[in-house]
């Protein structure tokens, strides 16, 4: 299995959206609304969990012209990444609460 991805923020909420129902198919979009994120941020990062061996995916059986649509890449966790993934973001640091606060704006009493 190749090396772990970074957990980045992003990474992190793209598998918190796989997470959800780690038995599910999701196609990009589905993931990408999950997340909050663009498109343009999911694929990238479900490339690397895919080459990690966290991710599967499939291309879905179906006529463009008849569905009137591309066909969608659907992705699905692999056992070993609900696995993978779990622990890695058992490890992550969570923020402490008081930092989370928005900061004043400069100049506002």
Do not use: C, F, K, N
């Not at 923020?9 to 918190?16: D, I, K, P, W």
């Not at 990238?44 to 009137?68: F, K, T, Y």
């Not at 890695?88 to 969570?94: D, E, G, I």
Request: charge should be positive; avoid cysteine.
């Amino acid at each position: 299995m190749a090396r772990a991805p970074r957990m980045t923020m992003a990474t992190q909420l793209v598998l918190r959206a796989l997470l959800a129902d780690p038995t599910g198919e999701l196609y990009g979009s589905e993931i990408g609304e999950a997340a909050g994120l663009m498109s343009g941020t999911v694929h990238p990062i479900l490339a690397r969990l895919e080459a990690a061996g966290w991710v599967q995916s499939r291309w879905e059986d179906v006529d463009p012209q008849v569905a009137g649509r591309p066909a969608r890449r659907y992705y699905t966790v692999t056992g070993e990444g609900v696995q993978q993934a779990r622990a890695a973001l058992a490890r992550v640091p969570r923020p402490h609460p008081g930092r989370l606060a928005p900061r004043p704006e400069p100049g506002l009493p």
